[in-house]
């Protein structure tokens, strides 16, 4: 009887320990003040979400405001958002809103929350480096890149992919079972051609890159941008399936 007792004494000492040790594990950001959560809530009401993106989560219609705060400093937002279209005249423009002074407040203590949040998990994610990639040496620093061939399409698409202004790799690793945000596209060539009956690998990596809303890949949200039709010239996609079309699943990407 006693035994079973000290069993189970030994149990909840020990699972007591597991959680007082692993909590900092778990709880990577901090709780959310309170003139944040407000902010956040602004954020959301307000739809600034509908075209900026935080952690690589909105639209992507304006800037990323991941590092905003820290960038511009809180005079210069405070301005800003009073009277966007007095900034940068001749670019995209962003409506004004009519923010009352408590919601700028708390909108700025929300972006600078946001922005602290990014420098202890390094937001933007670096582009993966995969296996024969080239030029890694053993410090790991990049000491020589490949000279690249820009004759070859598929040279110009795994650019197009790594690089502004698509940049994929921010949502999608080479490396097979690496999820970002997107799935990973190792292998991709080879699943492509068997995701939809009827359809060929290129067609379906097509629609993938330009409406991306048409299939979703299961267990994946609708997030890619909708709008890479319009920012990749038709060569650029072009390019991008070429590159694409090499990650089969016999080969190792890279
Ligand atoms: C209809 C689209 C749209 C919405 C909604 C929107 N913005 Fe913007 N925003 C833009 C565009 C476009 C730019 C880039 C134009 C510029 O820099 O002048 C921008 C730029 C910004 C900048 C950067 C300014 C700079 O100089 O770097 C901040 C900060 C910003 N928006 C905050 C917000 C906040 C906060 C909200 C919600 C209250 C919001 N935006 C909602 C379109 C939008
Ligand atoms: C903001 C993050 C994001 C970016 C940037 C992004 N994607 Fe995606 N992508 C996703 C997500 C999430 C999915 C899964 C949902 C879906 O199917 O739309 C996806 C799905 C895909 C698929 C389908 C994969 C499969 O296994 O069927 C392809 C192909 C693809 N993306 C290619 C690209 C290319 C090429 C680019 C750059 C031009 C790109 N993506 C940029 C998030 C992104």
């Known amino acids: 009887m006693s035994g079973t007792r000290l069993f189970f004494a030994v149990c909840l000492l020990l699972s007591a320990l597991l959680i007082v040790t692993q909590l900092p594990v778990l709880q990577p950001m901090k709780a959310m003040p309170p ?3 407000v902010g ?15 952690w690589g989560q909105g639209g992507a219609f304006a800037p990323d405001l991941t590092q905003i705060y820290e960038q ?5 937002l405070r301005e800003f958002l009073a009277n966007p279209q007095a900034f940068h005249v001749g670019q995209r423009q962003m409506p004004s809103f009519g923010l009352t002074r408590s919601e700028t407040d708390n909108l700025l203590a929300f972006l600078q ?8 998990s390094a937001w933007p994610p670096q582009a993966i480096v995969v296996s024969g990639g080239g030029g890694l040496s053993g410090s790991g620093v990049v000491d020589a890149l490949p000279a690249v061939d820009l004759s070859d399409p598929v040279e110009r698409g795994r650019l197009v992919f790594s690089q502004p202004p698509a940049i994929c790799s921010t949502c999608h690793s080479l490396e097979a079972d690496v999820t970002i945000v997107g799935p990973s ?6 699943r492509a051609g068997e995701r939809i009956p009827g359809e060929s690998a290129e067609e379906y990596l097509r629609i993938s890159i330009i409406k991306p809303g048409v299939y979703i890949v299961p267990g994946f949200e609708d ?23 090499t990650l089969t699943s016999e080969v190792e990407p890279g």
């Open 35 to 37: 003139a944040p959560a």
């Open 113 to 120: 929350w946001a922005g602290e949040q990014a420098a202890g």
């Open 40 to 54: 956040m809530g602004v954020w959301q009401a307000r739809g600034c979400e509908g075209c900026h993106t935080l």
């Open 223 to 245: 997030v890619m941008q909708k709008n890479f039709g319009d920012v990749l010239t038709s060569e650029q996609i072009n390019d991008l399936i070429a590159f694409l079309m």
């Open 72 to 76: 511009r400093g809180g005079d210069y």
């Open 185 to 190: 596209l190792a292998g991709v060539a080879t």
